[in-house]
């Protein structure tokens, strides 16, 4: 059974950064993918962008490019970074990670391409 974990949200000031981390377990290879999504209160869930897991090759959605980057773990085997730069109030929001197996590419946009969604961790940014 598929099990993710997101972790690493806080309070920050505008200009700060954060490391958001999903841990995945239940997956069986690396041929699974990872996608990060916000939600903003009383708006939908919106793509930050994805991993597929097997060739680290990461995507990130034009609005995040240059503030947000995504990676896995050099030394956790099934931990995918979330790194947060130059935040703005208007990141603040829920941050998910939503996962999906037996795939070698991934999806940034589409929330419903992941069957299986961590908890989230909020991210409030704030002055």
């Known amino acids: 059974q598929v099990h993710l974990a997101e972790s690493g949200g806080g309070l920050v000031q505008p200009g700060g950064s954060l490391r958001l981390s999903c841990v995945a377990s239940?997956?069986?290879?690396?041929?699974?993918?990872i996608g990060w999504f916000r939600q903003a209160p009383g708006k939908e869930r919106e793509g930050v962008g994805c991993?597929?897991?097997?060739?680290?090759?990461?995507?990130i959605r034009d609005s995040y490019k240059g503030r947000f980057t995504i990676s896995k773990s050099q030394n956790s085997q099934n931990t995918i970074y979330l790194q947060l730069t130059s935040l703005k109030p208007e990141d603040t929001g829920v941050y998910y990670c939503?996962?999906?197996?037996?795939?070698?590419?991934?999806?940034?946009?589409?929330?419903?391409?992941?069957?299986?969604w961590g908890q989230g961790t909020q991210v409030t940014v704030t002055s």
């Open positions: 991993i597929s897991v097997n060739d680290r090759e990461s995507v």
């Open positions: 939503g996962g999906v197996s037996s795939v070698s590419w991934c999806e940034p946009r589409v929330a419903s391409w992941y069957d299986n």
């Open positions: 239940g997956f069986t290879g690396d041929y699974y993918a």
